[in-house]
């Protein structure tokens, strides 16, 4: 069972108008996100203000999913959605989007051609969870709780594991939520 496993103390944060966005993966590896020379990108963002203005971004899709607090979207002339923990949005990055309300998102932004998306599954304390791999690139994201490999070996709540094999198996050490991400290019 191939899985790489990124930590959080393996990641830099950078400040943005209204809190920070961690970056957890970028590919390709040397890609560079101030410069927007990415093919997709993995990350987690505060909002610390109550009222939020989103950056623009051209050519990128985004995948936005509440991991704490609740957030008011607005996509300017397009509609407005209430999200919740593990709600989530896919929306270009070119809209003219703002929101309300303090949060911790996770994200997933696409470019050049590339498709995915995010799911997530909670999974009860003993429960397995398994996943066959049927996309280029496949990660698991510890939101909360705890997981174990068939080795034994643990990831914690804020490690992505990247999927290399035809199927992960992880059993929940304690209560976990899980974001599954999928890429294809």
Known sequence: MAIHRYTPEQRKSIQWA????TEIFVFPAD??????SFT??????TVEAESSTFTFFEGITRHLMI?????????????????????????????NTRSNGKVTDFNLMLKNGATGGLVHAAVMEGKVWTRNKIHAFEFVF??????????NRSAKAGDLLQLDDSAVSLEAVV???????HVDL
């Open 67 to 95: 991991l704490k607090g609740s957030l008011e979207l607005i996509h300017e002339g397009r509609y407005t959605k209430k999200m919740q923990p593990y709600d989530q949005d896919v929306f270009s990055g070119e809209w």
């Open 175 to 181: 209560a976990a939520e899980l974001v599954f991400i």
């Open 142 to 151: 510890v939101a909360e709780g705890e997981v174990r490999f068939r080795d």
């Open 31 to 36: 890609g560079n996100f101030a410069e927007r």
């Open 40 to 45: 997709f990108r993995i990350s987690t963002a």
């Open 18 to 21: 209204s809190g920070t966005s």
